[in-house]
């Protein structure tokens, strides 16, 4: 697990480490510089000509720092300075003089091109408000300069909160970050600002996070160990029953990719209630399924009494029987609960349904079923989308899945950034396969929260392994199906071993 900050966050651990830690301030920049310094050298090699642009704030005290340093490695490196001098921080005063004392040099020029790399030290994490004028001229004279571009800690331009493009932003090959990663460093789209993101230890450590309540958080392969764990004397019983209320009329595919996830995912048994007509299509393409009908009678409160676990929507359609089902279900239901596609589309036209339910309700929206839940444009929702989805969650109490390129999981306090997955999962029925896996999760008793969040993160595993064979372009969701295996076969669990993507 690696924790993702929001400026603010990054800015109370910086001041924790230096009044708590008594680690000058000082102290922490000639390190994140050091460790700048190393990365620039190790991918640029000696002969490199640097150009550090920096502003007045600390951001640009670490680019004089850096800078000071390639020279004393005999890196040639000088500086743009592109700030005030009434304005300097007094660290960055501090840098300023330091660099001018072993010599350094001033770049007057508004040409780089005899630069090979550039380093944009203008503003880092604290920008709050558009950019405009000089420096605006000064960003797009460095995107267009064709010199690659290495940003310390983030992006100028590029919100360090929701990844939004204050104005305009640089686009970086390389950008070097110091403690912890920040959210708009993965959140779309600062995230295609940033290039190769590389964390580096300045020493700042988790003790300074003691004071944050919840940051922010996204999963690794080292985090597939939180998976439920097999057990050599088990039966099917152990590991759980699942009911997917899915498949309405000439939808039985939602169905099997629901069911056929959740096994893959290793649950003991699915049970599918479904329209009559999916049966053939169901027990020829999942016989391992135990199949009911809508139509028979008792039919949802037999099949309730049956397992651990619900999962409602996929390919469920939003006519009087789907009403009627997702209803009973929710006045009926009081164990976890996974609503997804068209059970989120009832909910939106009918929101007493859920504040009737006891159930432990667990909702995976995209978009488009985000802006129908609240009311919200597509736009606002992807623009803010952690706060949105906290805020859903927390009025409502239940936990959120919001699905998008970087998906984001909230119980209305934790919260969750998913890093895993790719474009070739933008198909129609890669959300039924997430229902199948979540539920499955679930059923071998995984709490709610860590099973929604697991989930969506072997999600993308998954995706990730099937592109990485099949390519993007070719992928159907069938596919993430068919490769949960490959992520989730490696010997004894032991997380050290390669798993090859």
Known sequence: MKYVLTGKEMKDCDTFTIEEMQLPSVVLMERAALAAKQEIEAAYGPESRVL?????????????????????????????????????????????????????????????????????????????RPITGAYAKLIHRINVSGQPVVALDMPSGISADTGEVLGCGVKAQQTITFAFMKRGQILYPGTEYCGKLVVKDIGITEHSLANLQEPAFTYEKEDLKLLPQRIPRSNKGTYGSVLLIAGGENMAGAAVLSGKSAYRTGCGLVHILAEEMNRTILQSNLPEAVFSSWQQR????????????????????????????????LESWNGPLVMDADALNILASHPEYLQNSSAQVIITPHPGEMARL???RIPEILENITEVCREYAAKHQIICVLKDARTIVSDGEKLYINTSGNDGMAVGGSGDVLTGIICSLLAQGMEPFKAACEGVYLHGMAGDAAAGKLGCRSMMSCDITEYIPKILNFKNWDISENIEL
């Open 52 to 128: 550090v642009l920096c502003g007045s704030g600390n951001n640009g005290g670490d680019g004089f720092a850096v800078a000071r340093l390639l020279l004393l490695d005999g890196i040639a490196a000088d500086i743009y300075f592109a700030g005030k001098e009434t304005s300097l921080t007094p660290e960055t005063a501090l840098q300023k003089k330091i660099f001018e004392n072993y010599g350094g040099k001033y770049c007057r020029k508004s040409d780089f091109s005899e630069y090979t790399v550039l380093v944009d030290a203008l503003f880092g994490i604290g920008l709050s």
């Open 298 to 329: 008792n039919g949802l409160e037999v099949a309730l009494s049956r397992v651990r676990v619900v999962g409602v929507g996929p390919g469920l359609g939003t006519g009087e029987k789907a009403h009627r089902l997702v209803k009973e279900v």
């Open 374 to 376: 609240t009311g919200y």
